[in-house]
């Protein structure tokens, strides 16, 4: 069991809708990324938060937002939904650190906008 | 440009034999580390092995093997003895320091075990 959940699992939306999914990072992690998985896809990297702060971000529009607070659990907004948001959502923690920081994933959250 | 490619969509293997999962990589950075992750159809990113671009042996872990070879970069998994449990999603994905520490992926091998 990793420790890492995030909630919901799965969420309908439509579009120009706004979504808020959450995380909590395994004990004891501070630094928590967010992953944006299309259908048959890798994961793409949205952005990192270290200790409540952004370390790092990727291509993504300022309509991805996050949030990392005291006790380094997160969260992921996303404003004016479009089709192509539907994906699966994945957080991940470590304990910081570059090539050696393994990263702990959570299942998921399943979005689709209608 | 730092890129991830796996070039096997899907792949099939007998039940207790092995199999090799392909990876090339490309990075101008010296330092790297490389990871494999198992995604199940539940979702979750199960971490398997990893390989730093300095260690001088290939990393193992219980079955699974890291056949790395910097000159040409590539970082092949091996699966010795597959089980029906094997089955799943396989990424191959890298993390350096000149990317803040995100972890880049490849597009991913679905590996199928039979019977």
């Known amino acids: 069991e990793t420790g890492v959940t995030q909630s919901p699992t799965h969420l309908i939306k439509t579009r120009g809708q706004q979504v808020t999914l959450r995380c909590s990072s395994q004990?004891?992690?501070?630094?928590v990324s967010w992953y944006q998985q299309a259908l048959g896809q890798g994961p793409q990297f949205i952005f990192q938060y270290y200790r409540e702060e952004e370390n790092g971000r990727g291509n993504f529009p300022p309509r991805f937002s996050g949030l990392q607070f005291p006790n380094y659990s997160s969260e992921l907004n996303v404003n004016a939904l479009e089709l192509d948001d539907s994906a699966l959502y994945l957080c991940a923690s470590s304990l910081g650190g570059v090539n050696t920081g393994e990263l702990f994933f959570g299942e998921g959250s399943r979005l689709t906008v209608l | 440009a730092q890129k991830i490619t796996q070039t096997q969509p899907g792949m099939f293997v007998q039940e207790k034999e092995a199999v090799t999962l392909d990876c090339t990589y490309d990075t101008s950075d010296p330092s790297y580390g490389l990871f494999w992750y198992k995604q199940p159809s539940s979702g979750e990113m199960i971490f398997l092995i990893y390989q730093g671009s300095y260690d001088q042996q290939n990393a193992t872990e219980g079955r699974y093997s890291l056949n790395f070879q910097k000159a040409r970069k590539s970082a092949n998994l091996v699966i010795s003895a597959s089980q029906l449990g094997d089955s799943a999603m396989y990424f191959c994905a890298m993390k350096t320091p000149s990317n803040t520490g995100k972890l880049i992926f490849g597009q991913g091998t679905t590996l199928q075990v039979k019977p």
């Open positions: 004990s004891g992690h501070n630094t």
